[in-house]
């Protein structure tokens, strides 16, 4: 369903905001689109990720997870709030975390309301 926007996501070289929340994407929608952005043509300097409201779940949050860590690290804030998430994804919020440069841990907000 998302594919159509993969291709030309994965173009934008200047894209600071990803505001995907209130949108019905599941883990494969988000993951496809996240996975554009960071493996795409450039990586664009984004700063602010929402996925409020998402149907990103744990297992979706276990896969996202490490793609931010790795590709985003001009991150800022990164919105997990209502993607159906349980307490399994605290571990995996708490390797997250660890996983980041010193850095970007002190600059990252991260907002996560079950």
Known sequence: MVDF???PISKMKKLRVL???RNPL???GTLTLINSLAKGETKPPLE???LTGTLLKDDGCFELLPI???YFDSLKKLNLSATRLTGESTKTVCTFLQMLPSDLKQRLTL???L
Do not use: G, M, Q
Request: no cysteine; net charge negative.
């Open 111 to 113: 907002e996560l309301r």
């Open 48 to 50: 602010e990720l929402n």
């Open 19 to 21: 505001y995907l929340s």
């Open 26 to 28: 599941t883990k494969l």
């Open 68 to 70: 931010v860590a790795e």
């Open 5 to 7: 926007l993969a291709e």
